[in-house]
């Protein structure tokens, strides 16, 4: 991933907005190029003062939820064609799909909350979800809630680190790959759970005391 770091850097800073988002995109697609590489530049250029720090957040968030339509649209429309051709075997396996199609059909698009915090899952996911004719509406929603997760935490992380962007770097990668993000993730998908309860518990004794 270092490598792909100093490749893109120059890109970016030429680029800025354009590039992260463009990037984002194609990284949806199941390009070898992971995401948070992109969102830990864009941090790095907003710790360094070359980029503004609300307007590349919301870039980089478009671009995250951008690149999962993408694929989501080509899971739905083109999904039968594309698991004839060699790209499956390039982009993913079978039994990914197969996978997929479990967690869906057990547990529908709230599956969508923890496989956008695996990035080797991602693309199998959303890719499936279209395939299985998911609703836009349920994929939006908890796509969108999804990224709320992961995507701000890299941003930030590489925004608070500043220089030591290798470094940051490196640390997200190991917050990838241990079950310490998937405990994170876990802890920030209850919190989310109980904020939507509450407001739904008071919408409810709301609507009790108007009747």
Same mark, same amino acid.
């Given at each position: 991933?270092?490598?792909?770091?100093?490749?893109?850097?120059?890109?970016?800073?030429?680029?800025?907005?354009?590039?992260?988002?463009?990037?984002?995109?194609?990284?949806?697609?199941?390009?070898?190029?992971?995401?948070?590489?992109?969102?830990?530049?864009?941090?790095?250029?907003?710790?360094?003062?070359?980029?503004?720090?609300?307007?590349?957040? !919301?870039?980089?968030? @478009? #671009?995250? /939820?951008?690149?999962? %339509?993408?694929?989501?649209? &080509?899971?739905?429309?083109?999904?039968?064609?594309?698991?004839?051709?060699?790209?499956?075997?390039?982009?993913?396996?079978?039994?990914?799909?197969?996978?997929?199609?479990?967690?869906?059909?057990?547990?529908?698009?709230?599956?969508?909350?923890?496989?956008?915090?695996?990035?080797?899952?991602?693309?199998? !996911?959303?890719?499936? @979800? #279209?395939? /299985?004719?998911?609703? %836009?509406?349920?994929?939006? &929603?908890?796509?969108?809630?999804?990224?709320?997760?992961?995507?701000?935490?890299?941003?930030?992380?590489?925004?608070?680190?500043?220089?030591?962007?290798?470094?940051?770097?490196?640390?997200?990668?190991?917050?990838?790959?241990?079950?310490?993000?998937?405990?994170?993730?876990?802890?920030?998908?209850?919190?989310?759970?109980?904020?939507?309860?509450?407001?739904?518990?008071?919408?409810?004794?709301?609507?009790?005391?108007?009747?």
């Amino acid at each position: 991933m270092i490598d792909y770091f100093y490749l893109l850097l120059p890109v970016v800073v030429e680029y800025r907005y354009l590039a992260v988002f463009t990037v984002l995109v194609i990284a949806g697609l199941g390009v070898p190029i992971p995401e948070e590489l992109s969102i830990v530049i864009s941090g790095y250029l907003v710790a360094t003062g070359r980029m503004d720090f609300w307007l590349t957040l !919301a870039v980089c968030y @478009a #671009g995250v /939820l951008a690149g999962d %339509l993408v694929t989501y649209f &080509l899971g739905r429309y083109a999904g039968r064609w594309f698991l004839g051709t060699p790209l499956l075997r390039l982009l993913l396996r079978r039994r990914q799909l197969a996978q997929a199609q479990y967690y869906y059909r057990r547990y529908g698009p709230r599956a969508l909350l923890l496989a956008r915090q695996a990035p080797g899952i991602r693309f199998p !996911a959303f890719f499936t @979800a #279209g395939m /299985l004719k998911m609703r %836009l509406t349920d994929f939006l &929603l908890f796509d969108s809630m999804a990224g709320l997760i992961s995507m701000p935490l890299a941003y930030l992380i590489a925004y608070f680190w500043g220089p030591r962007v290798t470094q940051a770097l490196a640390l997200i990668v190991r917050i990838g790959d241990l079950t310490t993000f998937v405990v994170i993730a876990l802890i920030l998908l209850l919190v989310v759970f109980l904020v939507i309860r509450y407001i739904s518990r008071c919408t409810g004794v709301t609507d009790e005391i108007n009747e």
